[in-house]
């Protein structure tokens, strides 16, 4: 029972590379995010998908796209990193009601240097 | 709009003694409310939430947590800590009648001390 998958677990990029990381789920659920986790500031949302074909600017978006590729998969991409933008990234999806919990992935260490 | 706070970095306890870790929330309608608990190097896991009803939810691991209106708090308790329950732990709510996202605290740190 996978859950949330992420890739991958690590990665160092320099500035200005591009990267996607990439999420799957397998417990069929419509909706679908990425967060990022930096001391002292909890969980900031990135982008969101509240289903397959739709996708939302959560509260720290910029320098970030999302693709929801299908009702499993849901990528985020960094165009051009920036230093600002090491940190750990979250996947994590659930069925889409607003009281259900959210399932969450192992992680992305990402370093920009 | 929606916030949490949790007001302690670091909570530090004893193995045995009773430990609280405690969660303000802000809403402009009724909440609903979480607590999830990370582990070094791994992703969030879900303990509890509290949707309507009881105030009192119970949850993973001998974990509860008591829903208070007045106070805007949703602290989580357990009667009797043990070592494993050192971990990070973040408080979470959603206003019900918005269509915003779960909004997470900063977290606090549980250290319990053999």
Not at chain 2, 104 to 110: A, E, H, P, R
Request: net charge positive; hydrophobic share 35%; glycine share 10%.
């Amino acid at each position: 029972n996978a859950g949330v998958t992420q890739t991958p677990k690590f990665q160092v990029l320099k500035t200005g590379q591009s990267m996607t990381l990439q999420c799957a789920q397998d417990m069929n659920h419509n909706s679908m995010y990425w967060y990022r986790q930096d001391p002292g500031m909890g969980l900031r949302l990135i982008y969101y998908s509240a289903s397959e074909g739709t996708t939302d600017k959560g509260e720290v978006p910029n320098g970030y796209n999302v693709s929801r590729l299908n009702k499993r998969e849901f990528s985020l991409r960094l165009e051009s990193a920036a230093p600002s933008q090491t940190s750990v990234y979250f996947c994590a999806s659930n069925g889409g009601q607003g009281y259900a919990e959210a399932f969450f992935g192992q992680g992305t260490r990402l370093t920009v240097v | 709009a929606q916030s949490v706070a949790q007001p302690e970095d670091q909570v530090n306890v004893a193995e045995g003694n009773p430990l609280t870790v405690k969660c303000t929330y802000s809403v402009s309608g009724n909440p609903y409310l979480f607590w999830y608990v990370q582990y070094p190097n791994r992703g969030l896991q879900f303990l509890l939430k509290y949707i309507t009803g009881d105030n009192l939810v119970k949850g993973s691991y001998g974990f509860e947590a008591e829903f208070n209106k007045s106070q805007t708090s949703f602290h989580l308790k357990k009667p009797s800590a043990l070592v494993s329950d050192s971990a990070l732990y973040f408080c979470a709510v959603r206003d019900i009648g918005s269509a915003r996202q779960l909004t997470f605290g900063s977290g606090t740190q549980l250290t319990v001390l053999p």
